[in-house]
């Protein structure tokens, strides 16, 4: 649901700035952790380069190791070098690099790195979680430990670098945004005035589809056989053979990602749509096509 949604934003994006693809684009974010995982996939599948940081390297591997990383770079400068060649050949790529975002992320700034998009999920939600620019992730868990009040204060103030090189980028033209981690609520509690410059992912972007009646429609195979999902999966395209969208999506996920305990699928299907797939799917249980109850 997490890699779905990452994609259906990027992808509204596609079809909001860039004329419905994000080919040839570079999206600039950091934070490999948690949802923040599903980033430089959801960028690829919409055949986008992303650059992704992250400051624990065990992270940027294991995202790697999943394949939902395609490379690791050694440098920010080799990071920056492999975006660009793939943006020039409009290939999707993803690169991480190791680093602290408050600190990369004014880098390319200075370097003008033609970032077309920035955003971010590193730990700003937590400001016990996110590293500040003068502790390695290590001493910043020892300091939650010893010191919270002294961390809060030092994670505030890398919150508002930042957040103040994102907005750097939003000033140069880049489409900036939000990803619900409270980074611009920390950073404007760090000092920096213009935290709230640059909007929401929900309300810039998901809202609009929302109010279009598209949502998520999600459903597992309680057989545990991968077979039943592709069975729907194939319904799904039967039922809707002119949304090319859902079919694009379908075909990658069965392609690009791995199932984790129950083999589970979803997809965004608009007003009138999910109660069709709902009552294809019972059909396909009661005249056992399909193996799950």
């Known amino acids: 649901g997490i890699l779905q949604g990452t994609y259906e934003c990027f992808a509204e994006i596609g ?13 600039l974010t950091a934070g490999l952790g948690g949802m923040g995982g599903a980033q430089p996939l959801a960028v690829t599948m919409n055949d986008g380069v992303a650059l ?20 690791i770079a050694d ?7 492999r975006c660009i060649k793939a943006r020039d050949e409009k290939r999707g790529l993803s690169v991480g690099v190791v680093g602290n975002a408050a600190t990369m992320v004014q880098q390319l700034l200075d370097m003008d790195f033609p970032a077309d998009i920035v955003t971010d999920q590193t730990s700003a939600h937590d400001p016990l979680s996110y590293v500040p620019v003068d502790l390695t ?3 910043t868990a020892e300091m939650a430990r010893t010191n919270p009040q002294e961390l809060i204060r030092r994670s505030r103030e890398s919150m508002a670098m930042h957040c103040r090189a994102m907005v750097g980028f939003m000033d140069a033209g880049a489409e900036v945004f ?16 213009r935290a709230f410059d640059y909007p929401g992912f929900l309300p810039a972007y998901i809202r609009p589809l929302f109010c279009e009646g598209k949502g998520p429609f999600r459903w597992v195979a309680l057989s545990g056989d991968p077979e039943d999902i592709r069975k729907t999966d194939a319904k799904i395209k ?3 053979p002119e949304n090319k969208h859902v079919h694009r999506w379908l075909d990658m996920a069965g392609e690009r990602i791995a199932f984790q305990g129950l083999p589970a699928r979803i997809c965004w299907l608009g007003l009138g749509e999910r109660h069709i797939a709902g009552l294809a ?13």
């Not at 992704?52 to 490379?71: G, K, N, P, S, T």
């Not at 440098?75 to 070098?81: G, I, K």
């Open 15 to 27: 079809r909001r700035k860039f004329g419905g693809t994000l080919a040839g684009t570079i999206t």
């Open 52 to 71: 992704c940081i992250d400051v624990d390297a065990w992270r940027v591997e294991r995202r790697h190791e999943h394949r939902y990383l395609d490379e």
């Open 75 to 81: 440098s920010l400068e080799d990071a920056v070098a």
């Open 137 to 139: 992730p290590e001493a």
């Open 178 to 193: 939000d990803y619900g981690n409270s980074l611009r609520a920390e950073a404007r509690l760090g000092g920096f005035e």
């Open 238 to 240: 039967e039922l809707f």
């Open 281 to 293: 799917f019972n059909e396909m249980v009661k005249n056992g096509e399909l193996k799950a109850p």
